[in-house]
């Protein structure tokens, strides 16, 4: 179970990361539906940590291209100040013999030592970008617009710098009309933030019978 000892927290539910990536992330932001409209669908991340919600979204992405007659590409954007290594990200998406097939295309694929931008290409179609340092400033700087925000840093309580109203402002700088997030993160004070920030915020059933966790869209 990798745990971060810079934040003193595990990098994914202990209950079970992937079903939680599918309940938080994906069906939060109504991804079916979206790629269901063909085009291009751009999805950024706050913390790539082990690339578990990258390698769950690639694998619902792939498998939901081949029932429909759509046509579209996704372009997966994350930023990450610790990126991990080759065998640690190895290490962590192990427990999940579902996502074998994506786990070893990005271990293979992923540099010794990862820094700057890491860009890779796979098939279906699909793009990873990890943007390594600091995540408000490379935010700040980007010219790329979004439609689906997964935030994913660690606890609010544990790395507030990741939910500061600062960067939830720049995360809806940066999102598409009708763009949207997920977080697993209920926190008053995040919600507080990305309502400042100047999302619609709702409130849903956390995963795993956790009370609540936050989604929204920008109208």
């Given at each position: 179970m990798?745990?971060?000892?810079?934040?003193?927290?595990?990098?994914y539910?202990?209950?079970?990361?992937?079903?939680?990536?599918?309940?938080?992330?994906?069906?939060?932001?109504?991804?079916?539906?979206?790629?269901?409209?063909?085009?291009?669908?751009?999805i950024?991340e706050?913390?790539?940590?082990?690339?578990?919600?990258?390698?769950?979204?690639?694998?619902?992405?792939?498998?939901?291209?081949?029932?429909?007659?759509?046509?579209?590409?996704?372009?997966f954007?994350?930023?990450?100040?610790?990126p991990m290594?080759?065998?640690?990200?190895?290490?962590?998406?192990?427990?999940?013999?579902?996502?074998?097939h994506?786990?070893?295309?990005?271990?293979?694929?992923w540099p010794?030592?990862?820094?700057g931008?890491?860009s890779?290409?796979?098939?279906?179609?699909?793009?990873?970008?990890?943007i390594?340092?600091?995540?408000?400033?490379?935010?700040?700087?980007?010219?790329?617009?979004?439609?689906a925000?997964?935030l994913d840093?660690?606890?609010?309580?544990?790395?507030?710098?990741?939910?500061?109203?600062?960067?939830?402002?720049?995360?809806?700088?940066?999102?598409?009309?009708?763009?949207?997030?997920?977080?697993?993160a209920?926190a008053?004070?995040?919600?507080?933030?990305?309502?400042?920030?100047?999302f619609?915020?709702?409130?849903?059933?956390?995963?795993a019978?956790?009370?609540?966790?936050?989604?929204?869209?920008?109208?």
């Amino acid at each position: 179970m990798p745990y971060s000892t810079t934040f003193g927290d595990h990098f994914y539910c202990r209950t079970d990361g992937r079903a939680e990536c599918d309940h938080v992330f994906i069906d939060a932001n109504h991804l079916h539906e979206r790629w269901a409209a063909g085009g291009e669908c751009v999805i950024g991340e706050l913390g790539f940590g082990t690339g578990l919600n990258f390698c769950e979204t690639w694998r619902q992405w792939s498998a939901f291209q081949g029932t429909t007659p759509t046509h579209g590409s996704l372009h997966f954007i994350s930023f990450e100040l610790f990126p991990m290594d080759r065998e640690s990200i190895k290490r962590a998406l192990i427990q999940w013999p579902i996502l074998e097939h994506e786990r070893e295309r990005l271990a293979a694929a992923w540099p010794d030592t990862p820094s700057g931008i890491v860009s890779l290409e796979f098939d279906d179609n699909v793009r990873l970008s990890v943007i390594c340092g600091d995540a408000l400033s490379n935010l700040a700087t980007s010219q790329q617009t979004f439609d689906a925000w997964y935030l994913d840093g660690f606890a609010p309580s544990r790395n507030p710098d990741m939910w500061s109203l600062e960067l939830m402002q720049a995360v809806y700088d940066h999102t598409r009309p009708g763009g949207s997030f997920g977080t697993y993160a209920a926190a008053g004070f995040v919600r507080r933030n990305l309502q400042t920030a100047g999302f619609k915020v709702e409130r849903r059933p956390g995963f795993a019978g956790k009370r609540e966790m936050l989604c929204g869209i920008k109208d």
